[in-house]
């Protein structure tokens, strides 16, 4: 059993949970998850790394409660354990030799940038972090960003915070006015990633993407995280997640993360005659 040192609700719908997780923490590299199950009867998720501290063996996640198992995940309060905690999954970014990078996020996504971001700065990097959201409601995690960052720009579509438009606006500009990336690392929504990576293959800056497509055992086995990349195909869970941004198939993409939306929303609206509710997942 896991046991959750900290608890956070970041807005109505994210929530930041620090888990105590020795083993996991002394290995976790920037870009690596983990896959969760918040009770032995629960479904193995898998979610994003935010930060981790080796020394106290801390491992901190991030994640929208949208679905049946992520809201039972967000019923759970510190001091409480998770049954199984199992990573770090998935390969490490690799960001060695990058001198002067763009990290961008997209909602939820910028909690995966934090650690690629944090990484790259104390390595001596320049870092500027791009973070989009909808609106000033649902920013999340703007101290920790402006931290880990050389320049931190947050954009809202409504414009009701930080900078008005998307992220692909700001990128452009940057480059436009003279940046000289030779690294851009966007993680968030499918379209934000497909946007940046059309933008930046014009300039031919090198771009890294995270996926996050469905995913069930998180080691390979399933199949179920394939992803096309470059015509081929891999397997996000232990290929990736990271891939390059001006290889992936994202309409691909799409249509599978998309297959069992249907689905998802009957275990969501389900109740369990025999356990009581969606708490039993």
Avoid at 21 to 42: C, K, R, W
Avoid at 90 to 105: F, P, R, S, Y
Avoid at 255 to 275: G, L, V
């Amino acid at each position: 059993m896991f046991k959750i040192i900290e608890k956070k609700q970041l807005n109505d719908v994210t929530f930041s949970m620090t888990i105590h997780a020795p083993l996991v923490a002394q290995n976790i590299m920037p870009g690596q998850f983990v896959m969760v199950m918040t009770d032995e009867n629960s479904e193995r998720i898998p979610l994003t790394i935010s930060d981790f501290d080796k020394e106290k063996g801390s491992v901190t996640i991030v994640f929208q409660a949208i679905g049946a198992s992520t809201i039972k995940l967000s019923h759970k309060n510190k001091d409480e354990e998770i049954a199984h905690f199992a990573g770090p999954l998935g390969a490490a970014t690799e960001l060695e030799g990058v001198k002067n990078a763009c990290v961008i996020g997209g909602g939820v996504g910028c909690a995966i940038a934090l650690p690629q971001a944090k990484w790259l700065k104390n390595n001596g990097a320049s870092v500027d972090l791009v973070a989009g959201f909808r609106n000033k409601d649902i920013v999340i995690l703007e101290d920790e960003m402006i931290e880990n960052s050389t320049n931190c720009i947050i954009c809202t579509d409504d414009g009701s915070y930080g900078v008005k438009g998307f992220v692909t606006n700001v990128l452009k500009e940057n480059i436009e006015s003279g940046k000289e990336y030779d690294c851009v690392i966007a993680i968030g929504p499918i379209p934000m990633m497909r946007a940046v990576s059309e933008l930046t293959k014009e300039y031919g800056i090198k771009t890294i993407v995270s996926l996050n497509p469905i995913m069930i055992d998180g080691t390979g086995m399933c199949g179920g995280c394939r992803v096309k990349v470059g015509g081929q195909v891999k397997f996000a869970c232990v290929d990736g997640p990271d891939f390059d941004g001006h290889q992936v198939d994202f309409a691909e993409l799409m249509i599978r993360n998309n297959m069992y939306k249907k689905q998802e929303s009957e275990a969501k609206e389900h109740i369990c005659r025999m356990y009581g509710g969606i708490e039993n997942v």
